[in-house]
């Protein structure tokens, strides 16, 4: 074999080594892998025919070993991308799961479902629109002025300690974390004229020390119905009508005089145990009452405010989602609902 017929067998076995690797490095499965691993690296494949020329009398021993040299290394490069090939099927197999068993059964994918709090939030805003209230929202980070000044509630008030914080560093005016929706009220008020009814949802902050029945921040619903000849027995109709329609055709309010800055009279409604029925259980420590909301007429300062004219009636409501949640579903830690334990969540379908 003379210089330059060797010099074009090594340029053979150069296109024979690239169609090669390239075969196998593009097998589709281990059927395919082995079909090439037979053609080119089996006892009569390709590369064995090769290692035939090596035994040609005539083939001088400095082009013999030149040639050898040249085999080994294709076969030594093959057999490594035959090895790469192959640990990647079967990590690719095994990232398909296609190793499992496929008779087994197949997992169901899961549903998701609303949190208790927001359930319990829609179904009181439902039941009050039923009763004729539009649901409002807005804003959470409020002025001083919704949140506080309009409604009746002076810098110098003693309600404003347990609400006043939450406050936020900003350039201009004062703003702070909402500690009720009422300040959605104020908006409603400032661009609207009676007579309406509406229903305000959302969360609120507030610098309570986080225990079995208090958080620094939960939701709140109130309501506000403003119009001509609106009395205290309206507003104890509503309430009532929602209380039998949240809990049961034998639930009953009762209202106990109390004192809101925004409200004038103001009064806290109590629940009927709905788990005793008044007769007195662990539950409402033993009064047959859980108190559930507080409400009143709205304070002419606050019309006034409002920029509503003398005369202007109506009345006002609020009250804790989380409360209510717990009464429902008999939880007795508040702290569970935020805890984001899907053991507990899941329950609640």
């Known amino acids: 074999m003379s210089p330059q017929e060797l010099d074009s067998l090594l340029g053979e076995l150069d296109t024979l080594l690239g169609a090669a690797a390239r075969?196998?490095?593009?097998?589709?499965?281990?059927?395919?892998?082995?079909?090439?691993?037979?053609?080119?690296?089996?006892?009569?494949?390709?590369?064995?025919?090769?290692?035939?020329?090596l035994k040609d009398p005539v083939l001088p021993p400095e082009e013999k070993a030149r040639l050898g040299q040249k085999l080994n290394s294709m076969k030594q490069q093959l057999e490594q991308a035959l090895g790469r090939r192959k640990a990647s099927l079967i990590s690719s197999k095994a990232r398909q799961g296609t190793l499992t068993d496929l008779t087994l059964?197949?997992?169901?994918?899961?549903?998701?479902?609303?949190?208790?709090?927001?359930?319990?939030?829609?179904?009181?805003?439902?039941?009050?629109?039923?009763?004729?209230?539009?649901?409002?929202?807005?804003?959470?980070?409020?002025?001083?002025?919704?949140?506080?000044?309009?409604?009746?509630?002076?810098?110098?008030?003693?309600?404003r300690e347990s609400f006043d914080t939450f406050y936020l560093e900003t350039r201009g005016p004062p703003l702070l974390l909402r500690s009720h929706t009422s300040p959605v009220q104020i908006r409603f008020m400032q661009t609207h004229r009676p007579p309406f009814m509406i229903v305000v949802p959302g969360r609120v902050y507030r610098p309570d020390a986080v225990?079995?029945?208090?958080?620094?921040?939960?939701?709140?619903?109130?309501?506000?119905?403003?119009?001509?000849?609106?009395?205290?027995?309206?507003?104890?109709?509503?309430?009532?009508?929602?209380?039998?329609?949240?809990?049961?055709?034998?639930?009953?309010?009762?209202?106990?005089?109390?004192?809101?800055?925004?409200?004038?009279?103001?009064?806290?409604?109590?629940?009927?145990?709905?788990?005793?029925q008044t007769r007195g259980c662990r539950v409402c420590s033993g009064k047959g009452w859980l108190e559930i909301l507080?409400?009143?007429?709205?304070?002419?300062?606050?019309?006034?405010?409002?920029?509503?004219?003398?005369?202007?009636?109506?009345?006002?409501?609020?009250?804790?989602?989380?409360?209510?949640?717990?009464?429902?579903?008999?939880?007795?830690?508040?702290?569970?609902?935020?805890d984001n334990d899907l053991r507990f969540l899941e329950q609640f379908r």
């Open 211 to 276: 225990d079995a029945t208090h958080s620094f921040q939960f939701h709140q619903v109130e309501g506000l119905a403003v119009g001509p000849g609106l009395t205290f027995g309206d507003l104890k109709g509503v309430l009532a009508a929602w209380a039998q329609e949240m809990f049961g055709s034998g639930a009953r309010l009762r209202f106990r005089p109390h004192h809101f800055p925004f409200t004038e009279p103001s009064a806290e409604a109590d629940l009927s145990c709905i788990f005793c």
């Open 105 to 159: 059964p197949g997992h169901r994918p899961e549903v998701g479902r609303l949190h208790p709090v927001t359930q319990t939030l829609d179904r009181i805003v439902e039941i009050f629109r039923g009763l004729g209230f539009s649901p409002v929202v807005g804003p959470e980070v409020e002025t001083e002025f919704n949140n506080f000044e309009a409604l009746n509630i002076p810098p110098d008030h003693p309600s």
């Open 23 to 53: 075969e196998l490095a593009e097998a589709a499965d281990a059927d395919a892998l082995e079909a090439a691993r037979v053609r080119y690296l089996g006892r009569r494949g390709a590369l064995a025919q090769k290692f035939e020329l």
């Open 294 to 338: 507080g409400c009143g007429m709205v304070h002419p300062q606050v019309f006034s405010t409002a920029g509503y004219v003398t005369g202007a009636v109506g009345f006002a409501f609020g009250m804790g989602v989380e409360r209510i949640a717990m009464l429902l579903y008999g939880v007795e830690d508040i702290r569970l609902f935020f």
